[in-house]
């Protein structure tokens, strides 16, 4: 028996009133429970944030998080940011609007 004032019997109720949440990830190993990895990620641009004063608009801020997202996207994907940002500069100008899709870091022909 426990006590339902013991911190061990508040965990359990806690656990328990989120279960339909936890169960996609008791069900599937290969699901992260936190988003670390995510946070990893972003820590270089939190930790240079004043490093980016430069951006000066928010035209300039919208560029930049579209340019910080394509990278990491790579990045996640395994490609290298520069071998296929290079790539893709050199190929936009021959790239079909409706094959645009084919530039894009996961279909990066390495």
């Known amino acids: 028996t426990l006590s339902a004032k013991t911190p061990l019997a ?3 109720r806690y656990a328990l ?3 339909a949440r936890l169960r ?3 069900d599937h190993g290969v699901l992260e ?4 990895a995510a946070e990893r990620a972003m820590r270089a641009i939190a930790l240079g944030r004043k490093n980016y004063l430069f951006i000066g ?5 919208r560029a ?12 996640l ?7 296929w940002l290079a790539d893709t500069l050199a190929r936009i100008p021959d790239c079909k609007i409706n094959r645009i899709g084919d530039l894009l870091p996961w279909n990066y022909a390495r």
């Open 64 to 75: 930049a998080a579209i340019a910080y997202t394509l990278i990491e996207t790579a990045k």
């Open 10 to 12: 508040a965990a359990i």
């Open 24 to 26: 996609p990830w008791l």
């Open 33 to 36: 429970i936190d988003n670390n």
């Open 77 to 83: 994907n395994g490609v290298d940011p520069t071998a």
């Open 57 to 61: 608009s928010e035209a300039g801020g």
């Open 17 to 19: 009133a989120r279960i």
